[in-house]
């Protein structure tokens, strides 16, 4: 039980990951990218094809892949959604899957249908534990991707809180134009934000890579585990989103435990949960960060 | 100056429309078995890119998650079949159903905006494969197929799905022209165009939305029966493939978003794209990505947006049109 407890929250780590460029980029520019899951598998092959030809280790590719994710992050908001955007709030949502059907193929043209993984190349990390006490082995991967997810997290949200930059970008998804009024450069605002959450979608690719195997048709289930984390955290906060993916995690691994097939299903239904409370709680906000630190409040007292 | 819905080209369209039908519906007496098939499967792209046409372009509601009610368009008449109901009622009953449990979902698939309402859609859709993959009739991933047909010799049913799909067709546009020249449709035309404005005169947006969202889950899991009478399998990752929804969106924005003729103009125009590229494999699908993303950044208004604001024609009359002396027309 135990053991299950701890791995769900492992696997929400990944969750998290992938999730937090796409809320990252809901929050700052109100556009849910449906290219998000495509582009984290994109970044998977670019680490796989690097480290393939030139036999260096993953981590050193993802090094060279997250500034180029960066770029692709840059001209994705500047040639499409930026255009989009001006057409109303539907065409992102269109022109982000038509892009995400165009990068799912081909990839598949290139690679073709054989499963890929980044596990081989890492050696013994792939299977490395950690001994808890009471006989529980967490894997070293899993620990490393949570603690990389936090310290995104906890940098994206410093850099919203704290610098002159998240000024700008906290104002520029508030209110573009009056933002444009106070010397804001509202597009350049957008680019950067666009780059920085496709950096973080490198960096989950390779997480996708290194946990497991992947194909050119991944990126469909990556996009919907991500919006399920993101609008189960609430969508309002990036900790809130790490919190969702928790719960969508934990969800799918008791999933599991009910039924071979539960584990996805698992998933789904909390998210279909959180949705109807949310709407019987219309008028009221529920932020699930909100709930934890109540309930929290309550187990200290 | 005078205030009317009709042109001469809508009155041409539809003396044209209703001859077209009319030799369509005597197209079994002389054409290949073939054509027949083949004709069978544009009649349904028609009614899938109409469907998603009138939750997209008139409702503003972009769903990524249509092939949910596809695939239980399907999956309900594979159930009400097998429990000896005839095929064809077995279709229309199964869509029936499948309108209320869109019902069902609207009461709360509706609060969410945009790109939520986009994925939730698909999640739903994944959920509903995941659920009927738990159906032991199903088989899990293997299917079935709908064995009820084999009570009619082959070519009998191909003729009877034939007939079928044509009259499937031409209801289901019937239906939704006759919901667009309602003050239902029209508050819904209201809404794409601005919402809070609609709202701020009186129109009640959940209400308008709701009617085209059970339309629109009518509408395609006909769609969904009728191909499974096409093919007879059933295998649920077929139904429930995104796949569907790409090919929506690619035939409405191809052809216009928002416009009742564009969603046939896109129809035809993927009809004619599978035809020729679908042996292309990756390319072909590729290009139907590019083509979407394409349409949807240069040409939001697709091809008949563009024919019809450069020429003015008006082939459906759903809008009102000022006719002032000087012979320059108004569009609504």
Redesign the interface.
Known sequence: MTNILIQAVLLGGYYALIACGLAFM?QVMR??N?AHGSLAVVSAYAVWSLSDSFGGSPFVSLLAVVPLMGVAGWLLQRL?LE??VR?G???????T??????L???L??QFGANTRSLSPMVGDLSWEAFELPGNIYVGKLPVYILITVIVIIGALDLLLKRTALGRQIRATAADPDTAGLVGVDARRTAGIAAALACMTVAVSGAALGLRGTFDAYAG?PQ??FA??AT?IGGARSLWGVLAGAIVLAVAQSFGAQI?P?GF??GG??V??VV??VR?AL?GRSLNLMHILRATGKGAAQ | MTIHRWTWQSQLTFALAAGVIAILGLVPSFASDGVIERLTVLFIYVILAAMWNAL?GYG?L?S?GNQLFFGLGAYATIRLADAGINPFAAMSLGAGIVAGLSWLLSL?ML??????F???M??LA??AH??V??DPLIQGETGTSLIALNAYAIDARRVLIFWAALIGMVGLLALLFAVLRTPSGLAMQAIRDNEEAADSVGVNPMRTKRLFFVLAGFGTAVAGALWLAQVSAFQPKTYFS?QWT?YM?FMV?VGGLGRFEGAILGALIFFAAETWFADTG??Y??G???????F??LL?KGLWGWIATRTGVSLMPLGYRVHVDTQSETGR
């Open positions: 809901f556009v849910i449906l499409v255009r989009a057409g709030e539907l065409l992102p949502v269109l022109s899957f038509g892009l995400a059907i165009v799912d193929n081909l598949f043209q469909a996009l919907l919006f399920e609008i039924h097939q996805l299903l789904h239904l998210f279909l949705l109807f709407l219309k | 997209a503003g972009v990524i709360f609060h969410l905006r945009a790109g939520e986009a994925i939730g698909w999640v994944s959920i995941l659920c993959n738990l995104v790409a969106i924005l990756v390319w699908l590729i139907l990505g590019a083509a979407a993303l394409l949807s950044l939001p």
